[in-house]
């Protein structure tokens, strides 16, 4: 019973982690120019396929050693996807959102929207065009990264799968990363200046457009760094995964208090947890996979009765 | 060194400030007189890039400043202290302070300039690891005040430093505005309180409804009538 416990608690750190990964970019964006970002999903989508990309144009190589594979493989395929996800999140944010940046709150929430079926569609009916590539119309296999897919690591009688260990370890370099940026750089403090008071912060000679594509750039990632560690736990990657995955990790941003770094990275781990546990521990049909995303939204319903400001509650980006 | 010129500055349709025109001259205390709503604070902001102009100019140092970004106005030399504080209020004194000199890179020189502030005010150099919520009012006013002078601004604006101050904060903030301007620092001083504006000032305007009603020094305006009756307490 205790290790069925702690193999579960595994699997729920590795499934919020991932929710962590992609939250933080709701809950960063949001501190700052009040919008939900609802193509953020996609942005994690997107970052995916620019991984798989980079393995496409490295030749597609499946005969690499181990030291070669995670010292030089996975941190190309992790660049690919982010430049993948900035480049496109910085698009959105100049061409999709900032024209809108005095229209009323209900334009740019339709036009992420937009966005969000846009860069499903075209990654739908583009990405098989590009010679070589495969066609996206469905899932395509994600590439096997010697050292991690199929990897596992035990621990007593508890057995870690090596890509969920990645998805921990990659959450804990990254928070450790923006601790440093929001806390320590000239950008994260003009960032959590301007999320407190955009105004102020102008007449502190903060250039705010610059912020914003600054949190735009850092969300999009974390979501690149999330579609890879997708594509290495569930070995397939599909222009959909943004959707549930992006709905998931929006829900851990607000059960953590949207706007608070802290709380997207609490907030993801709480999700990941209790859909592990609840498929384990809940008796009968009630605890069948198909409940999982009802019991994770029944959580979410819960925390907002009960602290509407959500785990870690300020309306600001705090730090981290 | 600074000059508006028939500035029209609205919200929305709503126009609050008429078509004003004042200047302040390099290194002199400019005060802006005037009863709630009448404009002050719109002035203000409009002069930082905060508010886009309807129709008129603002001149600064023989350059086209209105339709500057705001955070370009910092770095050719304007600060403001804005109504109210304003402060990070998570943040500690020191963040504050430091993000007053965002706009600058001379690292070394910025620790010499907040050591100077906390010269300035001793309270905040004792505190200066607490966060700017948990200090009083004054003691925060003061905090607004040097996170203004971080930047090194050439003309600085303060929007009612002595709002819900005592006699004896409100006598400290005055000194400290006469100090900088023997520093060479020019300022665009809003106030409720006249009598201790018009006494600093080399100059004054009268706003009424977002119109200037009349100007003239300090010194003539502490004397004159009209501004007795409505803003000396008449007597
Ligand atoms: N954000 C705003 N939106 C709409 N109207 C505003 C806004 N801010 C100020 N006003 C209006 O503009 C006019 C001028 O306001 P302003 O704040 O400039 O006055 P003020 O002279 O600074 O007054 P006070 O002494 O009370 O600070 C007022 O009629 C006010 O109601
Ligand atoms: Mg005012």
Redesign the interface.
């Known amino acids: 019973m205790l290790d069925l416990f702690f193999q579960q608690l595994i699997n729920g750190l590795s499934l919020g982690a991932l929710y962590a990964l992609i939250a933080v970019g709701y809950t960063v964006v949001y501190g700052i120019v009040q919008l939900i970002n609802f193509a953020h999903g996609e942005i994690f989508m997107v970052g995916a396929f620019g991984a798989f990309a980079t393995w496409m144009l490295l030749g597609q190589p499946t005969d690499w050693g181990v030291s070669a594979s995670l010292l030089i493989l996975l941190p190309l395929m992790l660049l690919g996807g982010i430049v993948v996800s900035v480049t496109v999140a910085l698009l959105t944010e100049r061409f999709a959102y900032r024209p809108l940046r005095n229209a009323p709150r209900l334009a740019p929430l339709i036009t992420a929207i937009g966005v969000s079926v846009f860069l499903q569609e075209f990654v739908r009916l583009f990405y098989g065009r590009i010679p070589g590539f495969p066609d996206a119309k469905s899932a395509i296999p994600f590439p096997s990264v010697a050292g991690i897919s199929g990897e596992i690591v035990r621990i007593g009688s508890v057995t870690i799968q090596m890509p969920a260990l990645f998805t921990i370890v990659a959450l804990a370099i990254s928070t450790l990363f923006l601790w440093f940026f929001v806390n320590r750089s ?1 950008t994260g ?2 960032m ?2 301007t999320s ?2 955009p ?10 457009d610059k912020v914003i594509v600054a949190a735009f750039a850092v969300g999009a990632g974390l979501a690149a760094i999330a579609g890879v560690a997708h594509g290495l736990n569930y070995g397939n990657i599909d222009f959909r995964m943004g959707f549930l995955a992006g709905l998931k990790a929006f829900t851990a941003a607000v059960l953590g208090g949207i706007g608070n770094i802290n709380g997207a990275v609490v907030g993801g781990l709480v999700l990941g947890v209790v859909e592990a546990m609840a498929t384990t521990f809940i008796p009968g049909q009630f605890g069948s996979s198909a409940w999982k995303d009802v019991w994770a939204f029944a959580l979410l319903i819960l925390v907002l009765v009960f602290r509407p400001q959500g785990l870690l509650g ?1 309306k ?1 980006v ?1 730090r981290a | 060194m600074l000059e508006v010129k028939d500035m029209v500055v609205a919200y929305g349709r709503v126009n609050a400030v008429k078509g004003i025109s004042f200047t302040v001259e390099e290194g002199q205390i400019v005060t802006l007189l005037g009863t709630n709503g009448a404009g002050k604070s719109t002035t203000l902001r409009a002069v930082s890039g905060l508010l886009k102009l309807v129709s008129g100019e603002i001149w600064f140092q023989g350059a086209r400043l209105d339709g500057t970004p705001a955070h370009r106005v910092v770095e050719l030399g304007i600060a403001q202290s804005p109504e109210g504080r304003r402060l990070f209020r998570q943040m500690t004194v020191e963040d504050n302070l430091k993000l007053g000199a965002y706009s600058r890179r001379d690292t070394a020189a910025i620790r010499s300039d907040m050591d100077r502030v906390y010269d300035l005010f001793p309270v905040l150099g004792s505190r200066r690891s607490e966060p700017a919520g948990l200090f009083s009012g004054g003691e925060q006013q003061m905090l607004a005040i040097g996170r203004a002078m971080m930047s090194r601004p050439k003309l600085l604006m303060l929007d009612e430093p002595s709002m819900g101050l005592s006699p004896i904060m409100t006598q400290t903030i005055m000194k400290t505005i006469r100090d900088l301007q023997a520093d060479g620092v020019t300022i665009l001083l809003v106030e409720q309180n006249a009598q201790a504006a018009l006494s600093l000032a080399d100059r004054g305007y009268v706003l009424e409804v977002g119109q200037i009603m009349f100007s003239d020094t300090g010194r003539n305006l502490l004397g004159d009538d009209r501004v007795k009756l409505t803003y000396l307490g008449a007597d």
């Open positions: 000239k403090r003009a959590v200046a407190q008071d105004d102020t912060a102008r007449l502190m000679g903060i250039n705010v300020a600001v705090d």
